[in-house]
């Protein structure tokens, strides 16, 4: 089979963000952007290809690995997300993004809670973890 190739120039441009502000006047912060943060979306990752194997999609995560382009041990990191108790990842999926630079709250931080089996002991390490991570501006 030959592979089908494709010439072309692609015009893209980057277009700046512009911040809007409330109507008010009064209260001077910007709106939130509508981007979800990165630990929202490697959880978000995680329940698809959970899906993707169990519907058979997919043979296993080393394959979904794979496929995606990374190691089976990067893989096997954003599966554990999943074993999360539901009110945490709850609270990834809401996190809100910082107005500038990096989130505080990495992954090596979350694994760790992860890392608990037991729920209670995740949420208390949670707790810790909250107090000692500073919170988004």
């Known amino acids: 089979m030959t592979p089908i190739v494709l010439e072309g120039i692609l015009p893209l441009k980057r277009h700046r963000r512009i911040e ?10 910007p709106t939130r952007s509508g981007r979800a943060s990165r630990l929202a979306r490697l959880l978000a990752l995680a329940w698809h290809v ?5 519907a058979g999609t997919v043979s296993s ?14 893989m096997s990191q954003i599966a554990s997300l999943l074993n999360l108790a539901p009110d945490l990842q709850e ?22 809670v992860a890392a608990a089996l037991d729920w209670h002991e995740q949420r208390r390490r949670w707790r810790k973890l909250r107090r000692t991570i500073p919170a988004p501006s």
């Open 20 to 29: 809007s502000w409330e109507a008010d006047g009064a209260t001077a912060a």
């Open 50 to 54: 959970e899906g993707l194997v169990r």
């Open 61 to 74: 995560y080393a394959a979904a690995a794979k496929l995606g382009h990374v190691s089976r041990a990067r």
């Open 91 to 112: 609270h990834l999926l809401f996190l809100q993004r910082p107005a500038r630079g990096r989130q505080a709250l990495t992954l090596r931080h979350v694994l760790n």
